[in-house]
């Protein structure tokens, strides 16, 4: 079987600064990958890159055998692409419910044709988004917040919101953008134990993070970038060992 | 009598300027400011439509809504690329620009406006009629905006306007709402310019300058940004001030100025004072859903 997401000679540059050169990478079904590096490295470039906000210079990137080549941003969502932001990108003006309920691959109420012509459709279609909205903040011991407004919510909450919209997509490929960066007790363990069911249950998930003890116990592999470069690949234990990486992170 | 219905035939029409206009800039965060234009091209096509066809005015004013309707893809479809200040300068050329066609071409009148439009109905009831139709329009309108504002259409409204991107990279195309809400504010602008046509029977191209613009703003502001009642009392009160200024009896050189200052004092004061405007935004409708707690934890 083939990989869920591909990336084959991925190239892009702003003017001098080179955010991603030749990268190559693998995410199969059930893997989390640690993608490490110091700060500017390209790690949220190459998410971006992936998910559509920034176009190619070079190289190809595939999504279960398809290519993402000249998709927009919101078709590579709807073709699978799943991510989080590092400062979130709630909508501040709605209720963690509200956030959710517009963010499945296919969002009913999206089309007024369809609201005129088959409103009882698009009320049963949006019920049952409410329902996996809910099903999702469950798991997170969030439910009880659904109707507050996400601004309401404390900083590490709102981070577990963030992930929960992203899992309203289905898709089979998973980006999260340093998930723990400001994120501790409860909502810590909560973020660590949603990523890990959400692999066992088959997606492929792409992990920027800094903090090294998450990325110690949830990862089983990961690959460590700078300057737009993939240095090394190998398993977690490995990679810390790996001479590079301390001299790059800290100058040894 | 007919006094008063003109009066309110002005506020059927400028509360479907002001709640469309609304729907543009204040619901969707779009900031073009050229909703004059699809006024003017509402009034123009249906007026020639009734002088050079003989077409019924019914007819002749929904065609004039989808000319304007039409139009907007003209401009939403080059510029939704651009946003926020470019968008607002990309606006003002389409409308100056295309307000300079109309006051050249010999067909729409030129300068001098297009003038003989023939009306409906005639009578001694003729404002009463065209009073109820005004004022039953403005309903409608009102009626339709909130329902696309309040239901499952309006949260990806508010979702794209909080942060656009995030909303796209959830899978949602935010330039198709752009465009479709758009079309929809720019078409009801084109059915106002119908009525305004049809029963006062000459259309002038001065009365869409970038003053028109500034009157439309100044409705929506005063009003209440991305609310629904908002566009009803700034209508309300942008067509009332300009009768109360004539009581004063000023030399009219003098009043077209007065005006202007009024307006754009009021603008100026709301900004700092009342930003939510008169009549604040409500809050959605709440999303319905079934009970959270199944399992008893949480708070209740």
Same mark, same amino acid.
């Given at each position: ?54 176009? =190619? *210079? ?5 999504? #279960? %055998? ?5 998709? &927009?941003?919101?078709? +590579? ?98 980006? =999260? *953008? ?5 994120? #501790? %007790? ?5 973020? &660590?134990?949603?990523? +890990? ?56 | ?300």
């Amino acid at each position: 079987m083939s990989a869920v997401l591909e990336l084959r000679g991925v190239c892009k540059r702003f003017g001098g600064i080179v955010v991603a050169d030749d990268v190559a990478l693998d995410l199969d079904r059930g893997q989390i990958l640690g993608l490490i590096g110091p700060n500017g490295a390209g790690k949220t470039s190459l998410f971006n890159l992936i998910s559509g906000v920034v176009p =190619l *210079d070079a190289g190809e990137i595939r999504i #279960e %055998g398809r290519n993402l080549a000249g998709r &927009k941003l919101h078709e +590579r969502a709807r073709m699978g692409v799943a991510r989080t932001w590092q400062n979130m990108r709630l909508f501040q003006t709605m209720t963690v419910l509200e956030n959710m309920v517009v963010a499945p691959r296919e969002y009913a109420g999206e089309s007024i044709a369809r609201l005129v012509f088959a409103p009882g459709a698009v009320r049963r279609a949006v019920a049952e988004s409410c329902d996996k909205a809910l099903a999702i903040l469950d798991r997170m011991h969030l439910a009880h917040l659904a109707d507050s407004p996400v601004t309401d919510l404390p900083f590490g909450q709102q981070k577990l919101v963030g992930l929960a919209r992203a899992l309203m997509n289905d898709g089979p490929c998973l980006l =999260l *953008d340093e998930p723990m960066a400001g994120v #501790e %007790g409860q909502a810590y363990d909560t973020m &660590k134990e949603i990523v +890990r069911q959400e692999a066992a249950a088959g997606r492929a998930v792409c992990v920027v993070e800094h903090n090294i003890s998450f990325i110690k116990d949830l990862c089983t592999s990961a690959v460590f970038m700078s300057f737009g470069r993939i240095l090394e690949r190998g398993s977690v234990a490995e990679l810390l060992a790996s001479r590079t990486l301390a001299e790059l992170y800290f100058g040894a | 009598m007919e006094y008063l219905a003109t009066i309110l035939i002005l506020v059927g029409i400028n509360v479907m300027l002001a709640a469309s206009f609304n729907l543009i800039i204040g619901k969707a965060g779009l900031a073009s400011i050229a909703h004059p234009i699809f006024y003017a091209l509402g009034a123009y096509t249906s007026g020639l439509l009734a002088i050079h066809t003989g077409l019924n005015a019914v007819a002749a004013t929904l065609a004039g809504g989808a000319v304007a309707a039409l139009f907007s893809l003209m401009m939403s479809l080059p510029s939704l690329r651009v946003a926020g200040d470019y968008l607002m300068i990309t606006s003002i050329g389409f409308q100056l620009g295309l307000l300079q066609v109309i006051k050249n071409l010999e067909f729409t009148g030129s300068q001098g406006g297009l003038s003989n439009i023939p009306t409906p109905v005639s009578g001694p009831e003729r404002a009463f009629v065209f009073c109820v139709i005004a004022l039953a329009a403005a309903a409608v309108t009102l009626a339709a905006i909130r329902w696309i504002v309040r239901g499952p259409y309006g949260r990806a409204i508010n979702a794209m306007r909080d942060d656009e991107l995030a909303f796209q990279a959830l899978g949602r195309n935010a330039t198709r709402i752009k465009i479709v809400i758009f079309a929809i504010g720019c078409g009801i602008a084109g059915i106002a310019g119908g009525l305004y046509a049809f029963y006062f029977q000459y259309v002038s191209p001065e009365q869409f300058e970038i003053l028109a613009s500034g009157t439309m703003l100044t409705m929506v502001v005063v009003g209440g940004m991305g609310s629904t009642w908002g566009p009803v009392v700034g209508a309300l009160i942008l067509v009332a001030l300009p009768q109360a200024i004539t009581f004063l009896n000023l030399p009219p050189s003098f009043m077209a100025p007065v005006q202007g200052m009024i307006f754009t004092l009021l603008v100026i004061l709301f900004l700092f004072l009342r930003p939510q405007g008169l009549v604040p935004p409500e809050p959605p409708a709440p999303l319905a859903h079934r009970p959270a707690d199944r399992e008893g934890k949480g708070a209740r």
